[in-house]
């Protein structure tokens, strides 16, 4: 069993409370309010902006030359991809990139964020990499679990985009990862292998408080 599937069959109990989630429930059955789904959008953005941050990190870290391309085309990918899709939702709502900039981190956003910056300050590549992919991998295996619970809501007007490039787009990307993951932590030990689990299970309780933070709305930030 490689590494990444370690942890997350550590996570798995945390992971599935997503499928639970009101507000996955109501991208499923695109029953979710906008306006709540608006309000994650923005706090996704700021968390976006964070994320590519520790990548960049990552990249100064690397100890080798495929573990930096791997970062540096990760970070080109949130910066084209990721980005661009939040502001298509921001922008077909009428907001200004002002209101957006206005928009304040939320707590929660700025607890994870927080803690995976510290990570990537202190640790090093397999760190930092495993602080990132909680994030990276369940978005993916929500989005495919929504298509398995209902195959229209990729179809859906609204939300549609969403999961469908959460469910495809990122793939390969995510198969990099595991892979990067997997090769630089073969040889880790027990204990070290431990600390990463800590820091995967950590992350992956953030997604989910991320989760709560969305659908409380802006009473959470």
Known sequence: MGTTQRLIDASMDVWNHYLEHPFILGIQDGTLERQRFLDYILQDYLYIREYTRVFSIGIAKAGSNETMRLFTEYVAMLVKYELDTQTGYIADCGLSEEAVEATPLALPNRSYTSYMLKVAYEEGEAEILTAL????????WIARKILEANPAAGEDEYFGTWVSSYANDYHDYNVELTDALDALTAHYTERQLAHLEEIFVACS?????????????????
Do not use: K, N
Request: with cysteine; glycine share 8%.
């Open 133 to 140: 992919m909680p994030c990276a991998l369940t978005y993916e």
């Open 205 to 221: 309780r953030y997604e989910l408080g991320f989760w709560d933070m969305a659908w409380q709305g802006r009473s959470a930030w």
